[in-house]
Every structure is written in C-alpha cells, then in structure tokens.
C-alpha cells in the first residue's frame, strides 16, 4: 500500500522546480537533486513539479512538531497532492486514510471532511513520503532515486529547533526514521493503517490524542487533527536556542 503525494495528474514537463527557501540548505539539495531532476525532466511523472516538495513548502524546520512518514505518492493521477497519506480536494479516500480517519473518530471523535490533509501541515505535521516522485501507475517506481536522503536530512534539521512527535506506521517508516528519534522526542510506531495490517496493532492506538497530550505537555499547541476548530493554528517558529545537528543519512 502506497502513502500519499501528489498532484492532479501526471506530468510532462515544464522542469522540476528549485528547493524551498527553508530547506535548501539541506546538503541533499545539492549532492541528490540535480540527478533526481535530470531523471524527471521531459518525463510523466506524479506529482508533478508544482507538488512535488508540497511537504516542505507547507511547513519550515523551526515549525515542525511532528513527523508522519509515508512510502510514495499515491500512482493514480489525480489522487496524490503531494502530502504523505493525503489526496487532492474530491478524491475518495483511499483504504489506509479511511482507516487513518477510522481511528481518529475512534480517538477523537470526529475526523476531517476531506482526505486533503493540508490543514494538518499548516499546523506543523510534516508529512512526507521517503520517495517524493513516481511514475504513473508504477508504485515504488522512483524509491531506489535517493529521495531518502532528503526524509532523514529534513527530520534531522527539524530536530535540531526542538522536540519533535514522529508516528511511524509501518516497516517502512520505522526503518526510514531508524536512529532518529531521541530520549526527547516522541516517536509512537505502530502497524501499518493498510487493511492488510491495520488490526495488527494500528487500530486502537490513539496516537493523535498521545500527541495532542504530549505536545500540550511542553507548553505547545495541540493539532486540530480533526478540523472541527476549523484549520488550527499556523506552525510557528518555536522559541528557544538552535540544538547541535543531530548529523544526516
């Protein structure tokens, strides 16, 4: 089961677009992303160079107070807008975020209307996929691209601003976060939300409400997971003294 990114549909060129101001100084932006670009230009591709860094461009590292990975975008055209388990405006909800939304009510008693999750990372929920591009109708096409070098280098620098909620569901996203979480972070990994895993230990998990509590435990705003307070608050930069590097992949 593939998580989330992407845009209407597929395209074929104009060129990928240059890294978001608040990330560029990520070092995979310029040892990784000429080659990866290169491989995308004059190609059909989701989701496309005006969704493809979505996850990033909604939040900046200072703003982030928590971490969702996800494997690829969505193949299907028209389904992914370019944030991990996320799909565009109208797209009915695939089976992982129909669970997603399942466990929520179950955890907070309501759930979004639309499976557009770009409310949560107004907020500072980082949801990015190890693998930011694939080929249309291809799962896991681009995942050997080296897109991996930019999930652990993003949630790295998130870090280094303060503590930070990972929720790793998954193999796949606990092996891609390995090593990352700290004695002052928050990390709950649980089963995959995919029918095919999700009784083994993701329904019944509540952790939108451990993240709710623990955020709030720290003096930081809970998300408005659910969207009944509306859109939540805007991420902000958090206050406080810039930590060391934790070091990239």
Same mark, same amino acid.
């Given at each position: 089961?593939? &998580?989330?990114? *992407?845009?209407?549909r597929?395209?074929?060129?104009p060129?990928?677009? *240059? ?6 100084? $990520? ?23 005006d ?8 939040? #900046? ?5 928590v ?10 055209p028209?389904?992914?807008?370019? $944030?991990?388990f996320?799909?565009?405006? @109208? ?10 939304? &399942? ?5 907070? @008693? ?8 770009? /409310?949560w990372?107004r907020? =500072?929920v980082l ?13 896991? +096409?681009?995942?050997?691209? +080296?897109?991996?070098?930019l999930?652990?280098?993003a949630? #790295?620098? +998130?870090?280094?601003? @303060?503590?930070v909620?990972?929720? %790793? ?10 090593? %990352? /979480?700290?004695?002052r972070? $928050?990390?709950?990994a649980?089963?995959?939300?995919s /029918?095919l ?16 509590d623990?955020? %709030? ?9 659910? =969207? ?13 003294p810039?930590?060391?590097?934790? @070091?990239?992949?």
């Amino acid at each position: 089961m593939t &998580a989330a990114s *992407g845009t209407a549909r597929a395209h074929l060129a104009p060129a990928p677009p *240059g890294p978001p101001p608040a990330w560029a100084h $990520l070092p995979f932006f310029a040892d990784s992303w000429p080659a990866i670009r290169d491989r995308l230009s004059g190609a059909d591709w989701l989701p496309g160079p005006d969704r493809v860094f979505a996850a990033l461009q909604a939040v #900046a590292p200072s703003g982030v107070r928590v971490v969702i990975l996800g494997q690829d975008p969505y193949p299907t055209p028209g389904h992914a807008n370019g $944030l991990a388990f996320s799909v565009s405006p @109208g797209v009915a909800l695939p089976r992982s975020l129909a669970n997603i939304f &399942a466990e929520l009510r179950a955890d907070l @008693g309501a759930a979004p209307a639309s499976g557009d999750l770009t /409310p949560w990372a107004r907020q =500072g929920v980082l949801l990015l996929n190890t693998a930011l591009s694939v080929a249309p109708n291809g799962a896991g +096409s681009h995942a050997g691209w +080296s897109w991996d070098d930019l999930a652990r280098q993003a949630i #790295a620098d +998130s870090q280094r601003h @303060g503590p930070v909620a990972f929720l %790793l569901w998954g193999a796949h996203a606990q092996r891609a976060a390995s090593g %990352l /979480p700290r004695d002052r972070d $928050l990390a709950i990994a649980t089963a995959h939300p995919s /029918p095919l895993s999700a009784r083994r230990g993701f329904f019944g998990s509540r952790p939108f409400s451990r993240i709710n509590d623990w955020l %709030l435990s720290r003096g930081l705003p809970a998300i408005d997971w659910t =969207g009944i307070d509306g859109t939540g608050p805007v991420a902000q930069p958090r206050p406080g003294p810039v930590s060391p590097p934790h @070091g990239h992949s």
